[in-house]
Nanobody, 117 residues
Framework: QVQLVESGGGLVQPGGSLRLSCAAS????????MGWYRQAPGNQRKLVAA???????NYADSVKGRFTISRDNAKNTVYLQMNSLKPEDTAVYYC???????????WGQGTQVIVSS
């Protein structure tokens, strides 16, 4: 099981920015697809952004142009830069890791993001 530790969540005003980080331990990080998901109260967990092992990215329509996912393979870390935050971005954000050779997934514990004035 891959250990994933998220950080960077918090309270921010609408229009503000946050950067989430997810550090993975003891894996060949460069062979993993990494993703960020979020879950708001009463809703299902949904994909926000993902980055493949070769750097390809995809985003949920609701965050395109505002969020950017990136990875640093030397640090075993994936980031989610969130700009122009809206109240509807409020959720618990989870990091996800999946190796390219299987569908086995690992999840972090989640980090809370609250966008409110």
């Amino acid at each position: 099981q891959v250990q994933l530790v998220e950080s960077g969540g918090g309270l921010v005003q609408p229009g503000g920015s946050l950067r989430l980080s997810c550090a993975a331990s003891e894996i060949i990080f460069s062979f993993y697809t990494m993703g960020w998901y979020r879950q708001a109260p009463g809703n299902q967990r949904k994909l926000v952004a993902a980055i493949g092992n070769r750097g390809s990215t995809n985003y949920a329509d609701s965050v395109k142009g505002r969020f950017t996912i990136s990875r640093d393979n030397a640090k075993n870390t994936v980031y989610l830069q969130m700009n122009s935050l809206k109240p509807e971005d409020t959720a618990v954000y989870y990091c996800n890791a999946r190796p390219v050779w299987s569908g086995d997934e690992s999840w972090g514990q989640g980090t809370q993001v609250i966008v409110s004035s």
